[in-house]
């Protein structure tokens, strides 16, 4: 048993050190470096929190975006290591706390870098990990829904009534707000959705130039329909709400290094130390169609080379 173990970990080693050629062969090379560092992650993480999560995680951010496979290793790993920290699960579309999106970076000869993108739901996450935080939420104002925003000198007035007998219509606002121990509460003043139409025109970097035209383009998931509502959500939170709520470290990190790059992956350092904001001008890789890939063997579980327990020193699969 120890013996097979062994020759895991030693294809792992071998993947790292061989030219990949083939998308199925980068995949495995790059989950081979995801491997590498499962001590790296475990040291960063929180407490209580295996490092086995966050590799089942990458193999997911794997198998959905091949593209991160093509790109520059250190920004994978500097993503993963970020999330580690964080206590944030990437990929895992169920939760949204964030995702790993391939990106073009201009500055470097157009080399692809992988950007942290952290969820509207990573938000909030985060944020109820702060013990004077009770509640949080960011919501959408419907056509159809009943709502009433008021602020008097004995206290505001907030009502909200989605409607329920049919379609709420189209969306009129987003607003946050958060519940405080005490009795204290923080809430926004609304957002129309002209003005966040105009914030994501600003502020999105997800762009993609034509030359034909010589013109930018928004991709990604602000310029998905689907997508807007929560990325409006979580601009709620990140650019209005989180300036009048405590914050924990963890929160304070996650608002700094969102969006960004990072190529450190020591488990010690203060991400936002090393985490870089791309120049507007660089652009999201849309994802390429891909023809059939032969499953890397990440895919079954059994295969993967042993995941330490921190301080055991010896393999979760060797101790059982």
């Not at 790109?71 to 990437?90: D, E, F, N, S, W």
């Not at 959408?140 to 009534?161: A, Q, S, T």
């Not at 609304?190 to 993609?208: C, F, G, I, Q, W």
């Not at 405590?246 to 203060?270: C, F, K, M, N, Q």
Request: with cysteine; glycine share 8%; charged share 25%.
């Amino acid at each position: 048993m120890g013996r097979n173990l062994a020759q895991r970990a030693e294809q792992v080693r071998g993947a790292v050190q061989q030219q990949p050629a083939t998308l199925a062969e980068q995949i495995q090379t790059m989950a081979g470096r995801i491997f590498q560092h499962q001590e790296d992650f475990q040291a960063a993480m929180p407490k209580g929190i295996e490092a086995a999560q966050l590799i089942r995680d990458a193999m997911t951010c794997l198998r959905g975006t091949p593209d991160l496979a093509s790109c520059y290793a250190p920004t994978v790993l500097g993503g993963l290591m970020t999330c580690a920290q964080l206590g944030l699960r990437p990929g895992v579309a169920g939760l949204g706390h964030a995702w790993l999106i391939p990106f073009k970076n201009y500055k470097a000869d157009d080399r692809l870098d992988a950007q942290l993108i952290i969820g509207y739901r990573g938000y909030t996450e985060l944020a109820y990990r702060h013990d004077r935080v009770l509640s949080i939420a960011s919501r959408i104002v419907r056509e159809r829904d009943h709502f009433k925003i008021g602020y008097r000198l004995d206290g505001d007035i907030l009502e909200h009534d989605p409607y329920i007998d049919g379609d709420r219509g189209d969306i009129r606002s987003f607003y946050a707000l958060a519940r405080l121990k005490g009795g204290e509460y923080a809430l926004t003043e609304p957002m129309s959705l002209a003005e966040m139409e105009a914030h994501r025109d600003k502020y999105a970097m997800a762009k993609k130039y034509d030359k034909a035209t010589k013109q930018r383009t928004l991709v990604g998931p602000w310029a998905d329909p689907a997508q807007f509502p929560e990325m409006g959500r979580k601009t709620m939170i990140r650019a209005r709400l989180i300036k009048m709520i405590p914050l924990s470290t963890e929160l304070a990190w996650a608002v700094a290094v969102d969006e960004g790059v990072r190529v450190d992956i020591t488990p010690t350092v203060d991400p936002t130390d090393v985490t870089e904001q791309p120049v507007i001008g660089g652009e999201v890789e849309p994802p390429q169609e891909q023809g059939a890939i032969e499953p890397p063997p990440w895919e079954d579980e059994a295969a993967w080379p042993p995941v330490r327990k921190p301080g055991s020193g010896v393999a979760e699969s060797e101790a059982s």
